[in-house]
């Protein structure tokens, strides 16, 4: 799939976000709107011992959120933010492309825009983990601008 169908993807799951959540891509989302989020989608949310970070999926009626219940802090945050993006993307998440989609999803509600370049300079104080994700999200703002 080329690059302009995947900004289009991205562009109605964020609009549809930025209904619930009108800063999304400009501070930071917490735990608090992920709860809203699911709360108005109608998302009900397992935290359980799971072999992998979190999954969701739709029966047709009703939306699920698992997430693996050792999950902490800004891990927590990352994961369910991911699956939040395949709830507004794609259902069901399949393909390499759909992961990556969710990922720049997660990156952006975690990474705002308008605190990359804050966050930029102030990379050489961030953990390994911190500089990671803020190159991925720069990844994602050059791509698609967004
Ligand atoms: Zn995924």
Redesign the pocket.
């Known amino acids: 799939m080329k690059r302009g169908n995947l900004k289009i993807f991205m562009n109605l799951a964020i609009s549809r976000i930025r209904q619930i959540i009108p800063h999304f891509n400009e501070q930071a989302l917490t735990e608090k709107d992920f709860w809203l989020i699911c709360e108005k989608e109608n998302i009900r949310v397992v935290e359980t011992r799971l072999f992998v970070d979190g999954f969701y999926f739709c029966d047709g009626r009703r939306n699920f959120i698992y997430l693996n219940s050792a999950l902490r802090g800004i891990f927590w945050l990352e994961n369910a933010f991911?699956?939040i993006a395949?709830h507004f993307l794609h259902t069901p998440?399949r393909s390499q492309r759909q992961?990556t989609e969710?990922r720049a999803i997660a990156l952006i509600a975690i990474l705002p825009r308008g605190q990359l370049e804050k966050l930029v300079s102030e990379a050489d104080e961030c953990s390994e983990y911190a500089e990671r994700i803020l190159h991925e999200r720069l990844e994602v703002l050059s791509k698609h601008g967004i």
């Open positions: 991911h699956e395949h998440p992961e969710a």
